[in-house]
């Protein structure tokens, strides 16, 4: 009976941020746009990422995409999905001071920028056509 245990817990893909109650899918729902911040460099934009949830998906990459590939939906959520889910490719893309790998983002002189939730439909059909899923 315990070796059965032990094959079922080595056998099974839980992953589970130890101490902090987080799973890929809880960590999903807990991601925000907030997590991301931009900088604006001579060569284009440069995002920068944040937060527990965040930090966990992006360890998780493989596991975390149907997520995040869903989270494309959600006005709060699409931004940072985004930018993990380009993060995990590691392939070159189109960036600019005013675009992001698809994403146009307009970095206001306080540092806020501002972005338009309606490109998250054309993200999405970007991911979904690459990857499909979610």
């Given at each position: 009976?315990?070796?059965?245990?032990?094959?079922?817990l080595?056998?099974?893909?839980?992953?589970?941020?130890?101490?902090?109650?987080?799973?890929?899918?809880?960590?999903?729902?807990?991601?925000?746009?907030?997590?991301?911040?931009?900088?604006?460099?001579?060569?284009?934009?440069?995002?920068?990422?944040?937060?527990?949830?965040?930090?966990?998906?992006?360890?998780?990459?493989?596991?975390?995409?149907?997520?995040?590939?869903?989270?494309?939906?959600?006005?709060?959520r699409?931004?940072?999905?985004?930018?993990?889910?380009?993060?995990?490719?590691?392939?070159?893309?189109?960036?600019?001071?005013?675009?992001?790998?698809?994403?146009?983002?307009?970095?206001?002189?306080?540092?806020?920028?501002?972005?338009?939730?309606?490109?998250?439909?054309?993200?999405?059909?970007?991911?979904?056509?690459?990857?499909?899923?979610a």
């Amino acid at each position: 009976m315990r070796s059965l245990i032990i094959a079922t817990l080595f056998c099974t893909p839980v992953l589970f941020a130890q101490g902090h109650g987080l799973t890929v899918e809880s960590a999903a729902l807990e991601i925000r746009n907030a997590d991301v911040t931009w900088d604006g460099t001579l060569i284009g934009l440069v995002p920068s990422t944040q937060g527990q949830a965040v930090n966990f998906l992006s360890e998780h990459p493989s596991e975390a995409r149907s997520h995040l590939i869903a989270a494309l939906k959600d006005p709060k959520r699409f931004v940072v999905a985004h930018v993990l889910l380009t993060f995990s490719e590691k392939a070159k893309f189109e960036f600019s001071a005013s675009r992001w790998n698809r994403l146009n983002v307009v970095l206001r002189a306080n540092g806020t920028a501002e972005i338009d939730p309606e490109q998250r439909h054309d993200l999405y059909n970007f991911w979904q056509a690459k990857y499909g899923g979610a």
